[in-house]
């Protein structure tokens, strides 16, 4: 396989950064349509993530005008059986995000404050705080030789070492102190988070590291539940892979946070490589791209876990409207935490709220998990940020004629608009944090005194905008056409857009009942995000995705870490933000690997290949024949499987 990589990288690369220019000559041919099966592959290519086994039959048997609108009507396709079997361990996806808090984030939260040494300096009394921080040295020792043996330890690990540079004999002694903390701290984490060799005998260690599944399940299984489930957790991955739930179990007794990110992508890539609703899945990718928010964020709380809210997010705010009004869409995201927090919408107030103000029993409370305490928050005044964003990246986009005034004056309308509490984070309007002065939006007036409706109005203004028609839609058309989408088709679906007060699924329909879709412009002209590209890959080769533990890590060293867009745009839907040589170069070794059984937890039977050449191959992973480049690159020496790995690394594989 590294021969195969060595051999057609140069190849391959110079193909694959050529898909930019292929794309921009293929503008002129809109209205030219794919003839026979091309429309079939086009079809499958854009409204799921790659055809599998048998979908270019199988469309052909129901009719592809059929096929499209069932696709647009997921609820009257059955689901696949196989993915909620599949779903069903992630327990964390169907939580709401306050049980997550409490079951999955509280634990941790509360052994991270357990592991703070207390601060002793604190305690003593304020003459001795004095000479121990800030007296003479002469001072400082004599307090300093005052004090028990312990207490004297405990104040040496707090003291700054300049403290001590007078006193040499205090210093061996708080160096002597703090290598016993540390010692002792590496005990203790050693004892919380055991390795392989203090959980089993050496003979047995051998066993976890022989690659033998038989022989390390039989091991497994000879365990009680709770050791079996700390050795599936430091497992390494290409053995824990075999061994699923086990790893779960334990990832969700050493590090139960982070378990919910886990879920999470699992969830998401299982949906997409598994679903029958490819179409729904596509769409929910979309926008949660488009509402991106991210997951690293830090709200500085120090009782939430920002990932915790994602779920929801995703699940609740995202998925039930895709096919929907888009006024339902945006005004689930406006009021979901997730976003909230994001775009930092829940501190946003009236900047001539009283910075005396009390917290009351409707205002936004910091709730401690140790001891559930109302604490004071200061005014932080007006925020902007998620007006600007709601413009620019969620509804009007930058060209879409607002002002900086219509920013000021629409992140007015959302002051109040918050969560009522950390540990219960459901969305809560505040009446104290609001501008209740009247407001002019786009040259709509909203009248003062509105409360919760101004930004209610100003959803109503958004949504129903032309700008904001003609930018969605030529966001969907970026997506399931073409980079560069003909301004014709763009024009349609925003009309579409308008006539039926922002009908989603109308306004795909437009798109897919268009020349401009089943065109030769449209043919070949996207190129996959490494999300599209690992997903596609792993549903053409009809592969077992057992664990998408390894598929998540594959992704993120592709370049798209799912959930991990720091800024609000979310992710490039052009292909110039995936041509990068390392890129390219990190698609070939993933086909490499996917194809020889290399991708931890991910099964692929390369007998179905025996027996076939590289023509019959090719029209088994792409539904049809190789480009003449691909063909030609085919030599005699290379196997059935090296053959798919060149497939699934070519260029026409990379486009979509």
Same mark, same amino acid.
């Given at each position: 396989?590294?021969?195969?990589?060595?051999?057609?990288?140069?190849?391959?690369?110079?193909?694959?950064?050529?898909?930019?220019?292929?794309?921009?000559?293929?503008?002129?041919?809109?209205?030219?349509?794919?003839?026979?099966?091309?429309?079939?592959?086009?079809?499958l290519?854009?409204?799921?993530?790659?055809?599998r086994?048998?979908?270019?039959?199988?469309?052909?048997r129901?009719?592809?005008?059929?096929?499209?609108?069932?696709?647009?009507?997921?609820?009257?396709?059955?689901?696949?059986?196989?993915l909620?079997?599949?779903?069903?361990?992630?327990?964390?996806?169907?939580?709401?995000?306050?049980?997550?808090?409490?079951d999955?984030?509280?634990?941790?939260?509360?052994?991270?404050t357990?592991?703070?040494?207390?601060?002793?300096?604190?305690?003593?009394?304020?003459?001795?705080?004095?000479?121990?921080?800030?007296?003479?040295?002469?001072?400082r020792?004599?307090a300093?030789?005052s004090?028990?043996?312990?207490?004297?330890?405990?104040?040496?690990l707090?003291?700054p070492?300049t403290n001590?540079?007078?006193?040499?004999?205090?210093?061996?002694?708080?160096?002597?102190?703090?290598?016993?903390?540390?010692?002792?701290r590496?005990?203790?984490?050693?004892?919380?988070?055991?390795?392989l060799?203090?959980?089993?005998?050496?003979?047995?260690?051998?066993?976890?590291?022989?690659?033998?599944?038989?022989?390390?399940?039989?091991?497994?299984?000879?365990?009680?539940p709770?050791?079996?489930?700390?050795?599936?957790?430091?497992?390494?991955?290409?053995?824990?892979?075999?061994?699923?739930?086990?790893r779960?179990?334990?990832?969700r007794?050493?590090?139960?946070?982070?378990?919910?990110?886990?879920?999470?992508?699992?969830?998401?890539?299982l949906?997409?490589?598994?679903?029958?609703?490819?179409?729904?899945?596509?769409?929910?990718?979309?926008?949660?791209?488009?509402?991106?928010?991210f997951?690293?964020?830090?709200?500085?709380?120090?009782?939430?876990?920002?990932?915790?809210?994602l779920?929801?997010?995703?699940?609740?705010?995202?998925?039930?409207?895709?096919?929907?009004?888009?006024?339902?869409?945006?005004?689930?995201?406006?009021?979901?935490?997730?976003m909230?927090?994001?775009?930092?919408?829940?501190?946003?107030?009236?900047?001539?709220?009283?910075?005396?103000?009390?917290?009351?029993?409707?205002?936004?409370a910091?709730?401690?998990?140790?001891?559930?305490q &109302? !604490?004071? #928050?200061?005014?932080?005044?007006?925020?902007?940020?998620? *007006?600007?964003?709601l413009?620019? @990246?969620? =509804? %009007?986009?930058?060209?879409?004629?607002?002002?900086?005034?219509?920013?000021?004056?629409?992140?007015?309308?959302?002051?109040?608009w918050?969560?009522k509490?950390?540990?219960?984070?459901?969305?809560?309007?505040?009446g104290?944090?609001?501008?209740?002065?009247?407001?002019?939006?786009l040259?709509h007036?909203?009248?003062?005194?509105?409360?919760?409706?101004?930004g209610?109005?100003?959803?109503?203004?958004?949504?129903?905008?032309?700008?904001?028609?003609?930018?969605?839609?030529?966001?969907?058309?970026?997506?399931?056409?073409?980079?560069?989408?003909?301004?014709? &088709? !763009?024009e #349609?679906?925003?009309?579409?857009?308008?006539?039926?007060? *922002?009908?989603?699924?109308?306004? @795909?329909? =437009? %798109?897919?009942?268009s020349?401009?879709?089943?065109?030769?412009?449209?043919?070949?002209?996207?190129?996959?995000?490494?999300?599209?590209?690992?997903?596609?890959?792993?549903?053409?080769?009809?592969?077992?995705?057992?664990?998408?533990?390894?598929?998540?890590?594959?992704?993120?060293?592709?370049?798209?870490?799912?959930?991990n867009?720091?800024?609000?745009?979310?992710?490039?839907?052009?292909?110039?933000?995936?041509?990068g040589?390392a890129?390219?170069l990190g698609?070939?070794?993933?086909?490499?690997?996917?194809?020889s059984?290399?991708?931890?937890?991910?099964?692929?039977?390369?007998?179905?290949?025996?027996?076939?050449?590289?023509?019959?191959?090719?029209?088994?992973?792409?539904?049809?024949?190789?480009?003449?480049?691909?063909?030609?690159?085919m030599?005699?020496?290379?196997?059935?499987?090296?053959?798919a790995?060149?497939?699934?690394?070519?260029?026409?594989?990379?486009?979509?």
């Open positions: 396989m590294k021969r195969l990589i060595v051999v057609h990288t140069a190849v391959f690369v110079a193909a694959l950064c050529s898909l930019a220019s292929y794309a921009a000559l293929a503008g002129s041919p809109f209205e030219t349509r794919l003839l026979g099966d091309r429309q079939i592959v086009q079809a290519n854009r409204l799921t993530f790659g055809p086994p048998g979908d270019v039959e199988e469309v052909q129901i009719g592809l005008e059929k096929w499209i609108d069932l696709q647009l009507h997921p609820e009257r396709i059955a689901e696949n059986p196989s909620e079997s599949r779903l069903q361990p992630y327990e964390t996806l169907r939580m709401d995000s306050t049980t997550v808090l409490k999955y984030m509280q634990p941790a939260q509360m052994m991270a357990m592991n703070q040494p207390v601060n002793i300096i604190n305690l003593l009394s304020q003459e001795e705080r004095r000479k121990v921080l800030n007296g003479t040295a002469e001072e020792k004599a300093l030789d004090f028990e043996p312990d207490k004297r330890r405990q104040v040496l707090m003291l070492p001590l540079a007078s006193l040499p004999e205090y210093q061996k002694e708080a160096d002597d102190a703090r290598k016993a903390q540390q010692e002792q590496q005990a203790e984490n050693r004892k919380r988070n055991p390795q060799a203090d959980l089993l005998t050496p003979d047995q260690v051998a066993i976890t590291r022989s690659g033998d599944s038989g022989r390390i399940k039989a091991l497994l299984d000879e365990l009680e709770t050791k079996r489930a700390q050795v599936a957790g430091v497992l390494p991955p290409t053995v824990a892979a075999d061994f699923p739930e086990w779960r179990e334990g990832l007794q050493r590090q139960p946070q982070q378990l919910v990110s886990s879920d999470l992508r699992a969830g998401k890539l949906r997409a490589i598994y679903s029958n609703r490819q179409l729904e899945e596509v769409l929910v990718d979309f926008w949660f791209n488009h509402f991106n928010v997951e690293g964020k830090n709200p500085q709380l120090a009782v939430l876990s920002y990932p915790a809210l779920t929801s997010y995703e699940r609740d705010a995202i998925r039930p409207h895709v096919l929907g009004h888009f006024r339902d869409l945006l005004l689930a995201v406006a009021k979901h935490p997730a909230l927090y994001y775009l930092d919408n829940w501190q946003s107030m009236s900047p001539d709220v009283d910075d005396r103000m009390q917290i009351g029993p409707f205002a936004h910091f709730v401690s998990y140790q001891s559930p &109302l !604490v004071n #928050r200061q005014p932080h005044g007006l925020n902007e940020n998620y *007006g600007r964003e413009m620019e @990246l969620h =509804t %009007m986009g930058v060209h879409g004629g607002y002002t900086q005034q219509d920013v000021i004056e629409v992140a007015r309308c959302f002051t109040g918050t969560v509490t950390p540990a219960d984070p459901v969305f809560i309007f505040t104290f944090m609001h501008d209740d002065g009247e407001k002019t939006v040259g007036k909203i009248a003062a005194n509105g409360g919760e409706k101004d209610l109005q100003v959803i109503d203004i958004l949504a129903r905008h032309p700008s904001t028609a003609h930018f969605i839609s030529k966001q969907l058309a970026q997506r399931f056409v073409a980079d560069d989408p003909p301004s014709a &088709l !763009v #349609r679906m925003a009309q579409t857009f308008l006539k039926t007060d *922002g009908d989603l699924r109308a306004v @795909l329909q =437009t %798109m897919f009942a020349t401009e879709f089943l065109s030769e412009g449209a043919w070949q002209a996207k190129i996959k995000s490494p999300f599209e590209m690992v997903v596609s890959a792993v549903r053409a080769t009809g592969a077992d995705a057992l664990d998408p533990t390894a598929l998540t890590q594959k992704i993120s060293d592709l370049g798209e870490p799912l959930y867009k720091v800024e609000p745009n979310g992710y490039p839907l052009t292909g110039d933000g995936w041509l040589t890129d390219l698609r070939l070794s993933f086909a490499s690997a996917l194809v059984g290399k991708v931890a937890g991910v099964k692929v039977d390369a007998t179905r290949w025996e027996g076939k050449d590289g023509v019959a191959i090719s029209r088994d992973l792409l539904g049809r024949s190789a480009a003449p480049e691909t063909l030609n690159a030599t005699s020496s290379l196997t059935p499987p090296a053959l790995a060149l497939i699934l690394s070519s260029p026409e594989f990379n486009r979509r």
